[in-house]
């Protein structure tokens, strides 16, 4: 996951606000162009987490308690949002991209990160069944089945690139295994 998340940062400057921090793996990865890192985590284990990893980043961090349906900043405010494995687990996936479209300047970017529905039929009847029973529970909230990338043009936002990835690299396809790696532009000019 190393690699994906040096991927997901690379080339991002200015302020960022990555929603969903988790333990602040990706702190880490952030390029030097980064003035400032507002991260957003609402679990207070991994907060505290993230919290520690911030300590060691080489760019500035603070990490605030917080969720992705009403981020604690201003409209317009931030060069670049980060959603990584982020938008399968929020309770309403359009209201958390809504609130990224609020905080991101126009011309900024939404790096994103994210589990998304299958592309074959099997695989997306696995992932629903997956979505309607224990699946959610025993993983964070995080829904499978969600078609990601759609969401994020819906939301306002232009998908400027898009890889699709499978990760874990398996013979047999995980029913998480299907991931996007991409940018999407809020549209307008700062």
């Not at 760019?59 to 938008?87: F, K, Q």
């Not at 900024?108 to 997306?124: I, Q, S």
């Amino acid at each position: 996951m190393i690699e994906h998340r040096r991927r997901l940062l690379a080339g991002v400057a200015g302020r960022v606000i990555e929603v969903g921090a988790g333990n602040g793996l990706n702190f880490a990865h952030y390029p030097s162009a980064v003035t400032g890192v507002l991260a957003v985590e609402p679990e207070p284990v991994l907060c505290g987490l993230a919290r520690q990893a911030a300590e060691n980043a080489a760019v500035p961090v603070e990490v605030v308690d917080g969720v992705a349906e009403r981020l604690p900043i201003g409209d317009a405010s931030v060069d670049a949002a980060v959603a990584c494995l982020l938008l399968c687990s929020v309770p309403d996936q359009g209201a958390a991209l809504r609130e990224l479209g609020r905080v991101v300047r126009p011309g900024g970017e939404l790096r994103f990160l994210e589990h998304v529905r299958a592309e074959t039929p099997g695989l997306r009847r696995v992932r629903r069944l997956l979505d309607a029973t224990f699946w959610s529970m025993l993983a964070g909230g995080c829904h499978a089945g969600r078609d990601t990338a759609a969401a994020i043009e819906n939301a306002g936002f232009a998908v400027e690139r898009v890889d699709r990835l499978r990760f874990p690299e398996s013979r047999i396809p995980l029913p998480t295994s299907p991931h996007v790696l991409g940018i999407a532009l809020k549209p307008g000019t700062s």
